[in-house]
C-alpha cells in the first residue's frame, strides 16, 4: 500500500487552512444552533429519517 503523503511534508503532521479560519468552528456552531447538519451525509442522514418518520408514523 502507498503512503499518503501530508501537506506540510511531516509525516503525522497535517495542517488545514479552514480549521485556521475558524470555518469549521463556524459550520459546528450553525448546526448545533439549527439542529441542521452541514454536511451533505449528515443531510441525507436528517432526512431519510424524516421520510421514515412520515411513512411509519400511521
Not at 499518503?4 to 479552514?18: A, D, E, Q, V
Not at 448546526?31 to 400511521?58: D, Y
Amino acid at each position: 500500500m502507498a503512503r499518503r503523503k501530508t501537506n506540510t511534508g511531516i509525516p503525522g503532521l497535517s495542517f488545514s487552512w479552514k480549521r485556521a479560519l475558524g470555518i469549521s468552528q463556524a459550520r459546528q456552531k450553525i448546526a448545533r444552533a439549527t439542529g441542521i447538519p452541514t454536511t451533505r451525509a449528515g443531510v441525507e442522514r436528517k432526512i431519510g429519517q424524516l421520510i421514515l418518520k412520515k411513512l411509519f408514523h400511521l
